[in-house]
């Protein structure tokens, strides 16, 4: 059995950890209230959070030609360059430039690749739910076909 002076020493020490973990999840609770709008003040309408966990993001930097290989998604992918030259191929389609700002939208199991201009990197934003099924490297003919 503890001695009096333990169990006073064990309560202070629990209330020295108790408080600032209190406190810490205090401040998480009002930011998180805070970055998240309160309908009514910024909705019309009825709007919610929806789950997200099989939905993944990136931001990528693709150095001038590099590229990824050919590759699907179970579900679909939607690309956004952000900052300098993009380049999207669907197999059997012509390459496409992209170029700040613009999307491109990939369906379901479609075998594509995507990655920088060969004398430009590329900032791009990838959004994509599902599984990615991996193919070839893209060949330097492939990358450089019109």
Excluded: C
Excluded at 91 to 114: F, N
Aim: aromatic share 10%; no cysteine.
């Amino acid at each position: 059995m503890p001695t009096k002076s333990l169990q006073r020493r064990l309560q202070i020490g629990l209330a020295g950890f108790s408080i600032p973990l209190a406190l810490f999840t205090a401040i998480a609770v009002a930011q998180q209230q805070q970055e998240q709008p309160q309908q009514g003040r910024t909705v019309t309408g009825e709007a919610r959070f929806v789950d997200a966990s099989d939905k993944r993001f990136a931001r990528l930097v693709f150095e001038p030609g590099a590229r990824t290989h050919w590759h699907k998604h179970t579900d679909r992918q939607l690309l956004l360059i952000e900052e300098g030259v993009g380049l999207v191929q669907e197999r059997g389609e012509p390459i496409r430039v992209l170029r700040p700002g613009e999307p491109y939208y990939t369906k379901a199991d479609v075998w594509h690749w995507h990655g920088a201009a060969p004398d430009q990197n590329a900032v791009q934003l990838t959004f994509y739910g599902g599984t990615i099924e991996w193919g070839e490297e893209v060949t330097d003919a492939e990358y450089r076909a019109k």
